[in-house]
């Protein structure tokens, strides 16, 4: 009789190892809490034809990446972003091209100086220490050598700013002793549906679903029919050979009583990851005005624009009166036929709560009247803007507001933390004796961690874990080890 597995989550975790599961005829149940699959991979058709990503968008890597294989298997198209900027200073005024993009560079370069440290001195770096720190540091040695000026050291700090857009927070509560963690690269520039839909073929051909079904609680049982009892949002009970659970860490943290027997190390590693705060907002314009400053004499890259920042501004206060900084990329910037006269903003922390908060239950002209209150005073301080160039459509996502994707977007490590290592390494160990295991971006091999590609890898590894655990003959001296108590402390 085939061992019966349930997966809690059709993400993209969920269902990878849904798939590796059933290619070795395990009976697979999965349940999914949404009408849908995709978890936080999902997209609107609400700025027209072209169905544009609210959730994961990019593709993050270092070295061998499955998304990457998968895109081009789909004929996914991706984009890397050209080191072509608009910076607009805090009193709104716009920056010089050449000292714009000249920051831009700076700021790359200190970031990739600030994963070699992170990497290389971790163990003597504070748990205090943020990514902010470092930036400051580095500027000020920079200037006393005379390597930068007051005024680049000025701009390098205000674009530093950017990083919040990778890990959904401030950059001075992103931790530099566990910077190493994080990653960034290229762009999908039309959806991950044709992803999604590879990854999820043979789970919807052949597992078991249950849409709009909600995990309430999961134990191991003794003297059930199977070693795990699960109860659902309908009242059900069901009892599987083993339990992978592969709902959000956010989820997790506000749900850690649905794991009665949850031990106490992994408690404490769920509550110890800090969880981001990114959500979007794309502006479709009847044209992209912004450009016109490509043919200014001081761009010397000709490109278009990929980037804009707008440091702290002061002149927002009725909208804005913590000034937070704001960034979007244009996806004017992409090749045809996928240009579009578009910016995506990404906010963060705050100001991503405001916004969420803001327009949580407004809907049609009273939604797309609050969103233009609140951005005109940074779109209109662009080139080329005439009150003419009135928006087409505002979509704005809401994950702050999500429930089930944990009130928030995905894993990052803040300032503060001590352990960050061994917190991964112990949820990703899961509880192998109560047969239940977790997968996700939050357990992803360390250079996937807040990744689609992460989250995939992490629900293949789980799924070969239970492969081989009912295949001793076959588990190899790395995979014993790794299931080991030694990972939980």
Known sequence: MASKICIVGAGVSGLRCATVLLEHSYDVTIIEARNRIGGRIAQSDQMGPLEVDIGAN??????????????????????????STLLVNDEGHL?????????????????????????NRNEEIDSSASLYSFFEGWCERALQCGEMTGREVELVLGMSQMWGAYVGDRVELQSLKYFYLEDYDCFIPTNYQKIIARVAAVPLAQAHLRFETVMISVEAQLGGPRPVCLTT??????YFDDVVVTTPLGWLKQHKESIPQLHPRIASAIDSISFGRLEKVLIEFPIAFWESVTAD??????DTVSFVHWMSPSYATPTNPQNWRLECVSFHAFEEPYRRNILLFYTFGDCSNHITTSIRG????????????????????????AKTFTPLRFLAT?????????????????????????????????????????????????????????????????????????QPAKATMDNSAMNSKAFVG
């Not at 949002?233 to 069901?238: A, E, H, L």
């Not at 004499?297 to 000709?302: I, K, P, Q, V």
């Not at 239940?436 to 689609?452: C, K, M, S, W």
């Open 297 to 302: 004499a001081e761009n010397d890259s000709g």
């Open 233 to 238: 949002s309908d009242g059900k009970k069901q």
């Open 95 to 119: 920056v010089a091209p050449s000292e714009a993009n000249k920051a831009l560079g700076q700021v790359w370069e200190i970031l990739e100086g600030a994963i070699e440290y992170s990497k």
């Open 362 to 385: 407004l809907q049609g002209r009273a939604r797309d009247q609050w969103l233009q209150a609140f951005f005109e005073p940074y779109y209109s301080r662009l080139p080329g803007y």
């Open 58 to 83: 990019w593709v993050h890597s270092t070295g061998y990446n499955p998304i990457i294989e998968l895109a081009k298997e789909t004929g996914t198209p991706l984009h890397r972003w050209k080191e």
């Open 398 to 470: 809401e994950w702050c507001n999500d429930e089930f994707a944990g009130n928030g977007s995905y894993s990052n490590f803040e300032v503060g933390m001590t352990d960050a290592a061994h917190d991964v390494k112990a949820i990703r160990h899961g509880m192998p004796e109560q047969h239940i295991y977790f997968a996700g971006e939050h357990t992803a091999p360390f250079d996937g961690l807040g990744t689609v590609a992460g989250a995939y890898t992490s629900g293949e590894q789980i799924a070969r874990r239970i492969v081989e655990s009912r």
